[in-house]
């Protein structure tokens, strides 16, 4: 029963940037029947955030409805009847296995077609698997992987089936920072593995890890560095039993969570439209090389204007801004107008325990701590600028308030002059404050 279906626009992908470009054409207007959002997910997009956090605690954990998008960014919760109501087709557990950009065709898995007069490309990332490097005994069960909502259940059933058990979380960036905090509240015994000599090395300065590394052993997080994980052995059953590390020690292990990177699914448009830094090229519209067609989110590699360069970024307010920009560019082109280009500020932010830290802007140059770092302080409250060239461009900081954050993200956009290192570690957010 294969079937041809025809939009005027399509959204592939049903995730952050789906959710958020499908509330800006209904906040547009759109006609009914002209807009379908195509997902391989079972159920409406929400905010990706939540499976790390909320999903995952021991009590009054999130589950939807509650975290539908757009309630991240406070904007209103489109439930899965809002989008029939909004006269939007939302066509679940459908994966599109072929695209075929020149004659504006989708097919799906189940044979059927979906052709489009516009197209946007919101295919988010995957992650990376140890099984995809050969780790031998990857495949084992209760090693865990977490980017969809079907993982997060099986973490939460494997965290029920193994109360009190040994994990052991692969990786030292976000899903491992946000993971072993999550399983230690579950009251597992958690150790931490990763090559990097500290954690999340893509953003944080050696003294910041320092901040997060001795916060979480005093949790009773055990971290282990400079190592990777080599190999795994498992229980007749199957099920992981030990992790062997590359440096020759073992640990025991009932749950395994792997967070060693995404990559952006972009393998069906391949040879179809123009790639850079491995993601699909886009203009400051967010349009591709190829007409009719966007990308947002994950997937774009984008001109960020205040930086002069192309980048792709892997957080939810990208996502959601991106989203939002393609559509309102797509419907002013419509009206024979236009939008002002993408300016993009970098704004990262990541929650775990009783912590929450924000950053803005670029992490390149010379960096500076100021503030209190004692993680041994109940409320602990510190944080970091980047200085390039004389200029502040990066803006970090732990347990900030709401004025301070806004603080962080005004002085990575304005850029002032930085006298010296000295006087900025001295002045503190008080050097933010008064941009
Ligand atoms: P996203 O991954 O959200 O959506 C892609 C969608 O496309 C999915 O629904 C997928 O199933 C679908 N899809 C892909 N291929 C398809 C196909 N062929 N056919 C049909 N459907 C297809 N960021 C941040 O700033 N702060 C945070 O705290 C967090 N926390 C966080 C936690 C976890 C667990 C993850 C995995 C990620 C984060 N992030 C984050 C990152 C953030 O969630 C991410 O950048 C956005 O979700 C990206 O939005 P996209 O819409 O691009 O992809
Ligand atoms: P990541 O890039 O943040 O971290 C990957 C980490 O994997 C590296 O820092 C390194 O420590 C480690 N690593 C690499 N190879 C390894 C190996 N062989 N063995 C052990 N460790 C290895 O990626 P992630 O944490 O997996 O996150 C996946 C995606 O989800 C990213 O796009 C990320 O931005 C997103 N995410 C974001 C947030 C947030 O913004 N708060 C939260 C969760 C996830």
Not at 6 to 19: D, E, N, P, Q
């Amino acid at each position: 029963k294969m079937a041809e279906k025809s939009f005027k626009y399509i959204i592939l992908g049903g995730g952050v940037s789906a959710g958020y470009a499908a509330k800006e054409f209904a906040s547009q207007g759109v006609k009914p029947g002209e807009l379908a959002v195509i997902s391989k997910e079972a159920v409406a997009p929400y905010e990706r955030p939540a499976l790390s956090k909320g999903y995952l605690f021991p009590e009054g954990a999130a589950r939807l409805p509650g975290f539908h998008c757009c309630v991240g960014s406070g904007g209103e919760k489109l439930l899965p009847e809002s989008y029939k109501q909004k006269g939007i087709e939302l066509i679940l557990r459908t994966e599109i296995v072929k695209a075929d950009l020149a004659a504006k065709s989708l097919v799906s898995a189940a044979g059927d077609v979906f052709k489009y007069e516009t197209l946007i490309i919101a295919t988010g990332s995957t992650v990376l698997r140890l099984t995809d490097f050969g780790v031998k005994g990857a495949d084992s069960k209760n090693i865990l992987y977490l980017r969809e909502i079907d993982d997060a259940d099986k973490v939460v059933e494997a965290i029920q089936a193994k109360k009190g058990g040994k994990a052991v979380v692969v990786g030292g960036g976000y899903i491992g920072l946000e993971l072993s905090a999550a399983l230690r509240i579950n009251n597992f015994d958690v150790t931490m593995v990763f090559p990097e000599p500290w954690c999340m090395p893509r953003l944080f300065t050696a003294d910041i890890a320092a901040f997060y590394e001795t916060y979480y052993t005093n949790k009773g997080v055990k971290i282990i560095k400079g190592t990777v994980a080599s190999g795994f052995t498992a229980h007749p059953n199957g099920e992981v039993n030990e992790v062997q590390l590359k440096d020759g020690r073992s640990l025991e292990a009932d749950i395994v969570i792997v967070g060693v990177g995404a990559k952006p699914l972009t393998a069906l448009f391949k040879g179809q439209v123009e790639e850079d830094k491995g993601g699909i090229k886009t203009d400051a519209f967010f349009k591709t090389s190829v007409p009719d067609v966007y990308a947002v989110g994950d997937v774009a590699t984008f001109p960020l204007k205040m930086y002069g360069d192309m980048r792709r970024v892997e957080h939810v307010d990208h996502s959601r801004k991106s989203a939002e920009q393609a559509v309102k560019a797509i419907k002013a082109a419509e009206g024979g107008g236009a939008v002002e280009e993408y300016d993009y500020l970098p704004f990262f932010y990541s929650r775990s325990f009783d912590l929450s830290w924000q950053f803005y802007g670029d992490n390149v140059g010379d960096s500076v701590l100021f503030g209190d770092s004692n993680p041994s302080n109940p409320k602990p409250r510190f944080g970091a600028y980047w200085v390039q060239d004389g200029k502040v461009v990066g803006a970090f900081m732990e347990g900030g308030s709401g004025d301070e954050n806004k603080a962080l993200a005004k002085v990575a956009k304005a850029r002032p002059a930085a006298e010296s290192l000295d006087d900025l570690t001295k002045e503190g957010i008080s050097f933010a404050a008064k941009i």
